[in-house]
Each structure stands twice: as structure tokens, then as C-alpha cells.
């Protein structure tokens, strides 16, 4: 199998919330091809079995990869906030969405609730 059937395999695992499979298609894949969109899917598999590290691992290279795509970097801002604790590095990925895409509002909405962090730990 090609990395793109791989893919294809690992997405219908992932569909079936058969995460294990999934995860096995996915990195499949990436050994043969690495695609941002891939390391996405293995983020959500682990994420979905409480892998949180391998989890972080698999969307920091989704997000290297593609660091422009709005919906990889807010995921990987949020799992900064949630998993590192790293709200100076989130903001900062936050604020280059905002600034390629202003009405984007998940990443507003984050960028907030880290603002109120900070403003109730002052």
C-alpha cells in the first residue's frame, strides 16, 4: 500500500473510533510520505486514547509542517495551553492566526480565555 491508501485505510479506522488501527495506517503513511494532515489524524487518535504526549508530538510536526493552516494551529495552541502550560507561545501562535485571518473566532475565543488567565492570576 501507497501512503495515500494508507491514509484513506487509517480514516476509515478513525471512523470507526478503532483509534489502534488508525494509528498503525497513519504512521504507516507518514513513513512513506509525511503530510500535515496525516500528523492531524494521528493527534486525534492519541488525543482520543489519552496519549497526550505522543498526541502534542504528532501536532507540533502537523503544525511545522503546515503552520499556516488556521484549524492545525489553533490545535496546537490549544494543547499548549492545556498540555504545556504555555500561554506565551500559544498567544503568540493565536495572534499570527488573527493576523492572517481576523474573524476567526475559535482563535479569539482561546486568545480570551488565556487574556482571563492572566488577568485572575494577577
Known amino acids: 500500500m501507497n501512503a495515500y491508501e494508507n491514509y484513506l485505510a487509517g ?6 473510533s478503532d483509534y489502534l488501527s488508525a494509528i498503525y495506517y497513519f ?9 500535515y494532515k496525516t500528523y492531524e489524524k494521528l493527534f486525534l487518535c492519541y488525543y482520543s486514547v489519552n496519549q497526550i504526549e505522543e498526541a502534542f508530538e504528532c501536532i507540533s510536526c502537523a503544525y511545522e ?50 487574556s482571563e488567565i492572566f488577568n485572575y492570576k494577577s
Open 65 to 114: 509542517l503546515n503552520h499556516k493552516n488556521d484549524k492545525t494551529a489553533l490545535k496546537y495552541a490549544k494543547l499548549l495551553v492545556e498540555y504545556k502550560h504555555d500561554y506565551v507561545l500559544a498567544k503568540k501562535k493565536l495572534l499570527n492566526i488573527l493576523q492572517r485571518n481576523p474573524s476567526y473566532k475559535p482563535a479569539k475565543t482561546l486568545l480570551n480565555d488565556i
Open 11 to 16: 480514516n476509515d479506522c478513525l471512523k470507526r
Open 27 to 35: 504512521t504507516t503513511s507518514n513513513l512513506l510520505e509525511p503530510h
